[in-house]
């Protein structure tokens, strides 16, 4: 009887493991045949009712057949565990060959490049960086740099007045005022700024941007100020190219310059960038004149300086070949993307 009744139970173990594809399913063959009253238990008591003498042996096929079946649970639960191991690791999987997201990051202004540059160059040779205000007083803007009220210089400068006595500064010039307010020789300063004049066309912005220098010290000549251009402008352009001084006028420097660098395109041959003159006008300047010293009690028996204003849209249209100004300010990201570096 008990024999027949464990041949049975060997053929449903198999069935019901067949059939296990989930840990439910195995924890129910664990309750059916190893728990308190699964089949084995029951096996158990039955032997309660075999002989004496056969006892013992049926005793032991019945705990052969327990070891065997706790065997065979061990193996399918690791199975099991291979199984979801598996499951998982689909589930997870990262598809390395996907493109990856892209972050794409901004650049620099063309005109921030170009100042930013034009600064590293001065750092080197010992300048200072100094701002000052965009809304300037007229005292700045003009009257302490050698232009009085009446004065007809005030005609070149097209000015955003605010009121009577503030405007719009129509040039970097009034830091020089501020600095040497602030400051007694040595100085040598770069005042970088965004610049206002009432002025617009396809070569003139209403409001544009200046880098000014200036050098006040003993014995300071317009050599110094050839001399440091003429580096600037190597370090900018080209290292071939040479610089020539013009004469030319501003009220706050005498004598007054122009600056031209040899045409870095042509290399002074003539061609439609220097309109075949073989140069190009690159900036103003001068020695600060003797008045302006005076203003900012400074004695110009004891010093003297040079100063310079470099307009920044034209050294940066003139190094990338931009042709016309409007696309410094118009925020196009097809050409802004091209300065990317
Ligand atoms: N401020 C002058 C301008 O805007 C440039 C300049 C600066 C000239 C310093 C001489 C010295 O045109």
Redesign the pocket.
Known sequence: MLDQKLKELREQMEQRLNQVDSREKLSAFWQDFLGKKGSIADLMKDLGTVSKEDRPAMGKVINEFKVQAEQRYQEYSERMEKLEMAARNRAEQVDITLPAKKHPTGNLHPITLVKNQIIDVFLGMGFEVFEGPEIEDDDHNFTRLNVPKDHPARD??DTFYISEDVLLR????PG?IRVMDMEKPPIKVLVPGR?FRSDSDATHSPMFH?M???VVDKGITLCDLQGMLDKFVKQIFDADVRTRLRPSY?P??EP?VEVDVSCFECGGKGCSLCKHTGWIEV????V?HQNVLRNCGIDPEVYSG????I?IERITMLKYGINNMGLLFENDLRFLKQFKD
């Open positions: 070149m400068q129509t040039h970097t010039s020089q610049v200046q000014e220098g200036l501003f706050f420097t007054s900036l103003g300047g001068g600060v040079f100063a310079f204003g307009g």
